[in-house]
């Protein structure tokens, strides 16, 4: 079924002559890509859950009830995802890792964790081959330690990352801890190669 995207409108592209300012480093979301295990540490305590749509590839999310979200206009119906703030290993790089109902449902220790979670290991693996196969996850010691940052503004960065309200939000989150050490250039030749899921 050929997809529909929003209303057309007349109303005026925005103008922004320069690039605007970097805020802050980019917290991008993370999931299990392929069967290879993906280990993160949790910032968080806790999976914050919320509403979303999936639509053209990517989670959105749900306005609703009602009048207020397109999608559900759309007749598509809302999911749950949960999001929890981590450090991704071995990169280091702060993380906002996504969890569908299934996994969450399915992972007991993630549900006996939840609450509690900041510290400790998260080892994510589907379970199969096919690109959407069940993820399950599994909770307990990191695969290393790690000197954890203050949690951040779980749900600012996620508007920013879908676009809410960028102005209202820019002040919510905080500067960057510094960069790790032996960070990033790991992180993109894993990532040329078709590496797990840190990106
Ligand atoms: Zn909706």
Redesign the pocket.
């Given at each position: 079924m050929q997809m529909k995207g929003p209303p057309s409108s007349n109303a005026l592209p925005r103008e922004c002559p320069l690039p605007p300012p970097l805020m802050s480093e980019y917290v991008r979301l993370i999931y299990p890509h392929s069967k290879t295990a993906l280990h993160v540490v949790a910032v968080g305590e806790r999976v914050h859950g919320f509403?979303t749509?999936w639509w053209d590839g990517r989670a959105v999310p749900?306005?609703?009830p009602g009048e207020e979200?397109w999608?559900?206009q759309q007749r598509?119906q809302?999911r749950w995802n949960g999001y929890l703030n981590v450090i991704a290993l071995p990169s280091l790089r702060r993380r906002i890792l996504c969890i569908t109902e299934g996994a969450y449902r399915h992972s007991k220790t993630l549900r006996d964790h939840d609450g509690t979670l900041r510290g400790k290991g998260l080892k994510l693996e589907r379970m199969g081959t096919a690109k959407n196969a069940p993820v399950r996850v599994q909770v307990g010691t990191p695969a290393s330690q790690v000197t954890l940052p203050s949690d951040w503004d779980l749900t600012a960065t996620l508007c920013r990352i879908w676009g809410i309200l960028p102005t209202f939000f820019n002040n919510r989150i905080p500067d960057p801890e510094p960069a790790p050490a032996n960070g990033e250039g790991k992180r993109q030749r894993k990532a040329r190669k078709g590496g797990t899921s840190d990106d």
């Open positions: 509403l749509h749900c306005k609703g979200c999608y559900c598509q809302p």
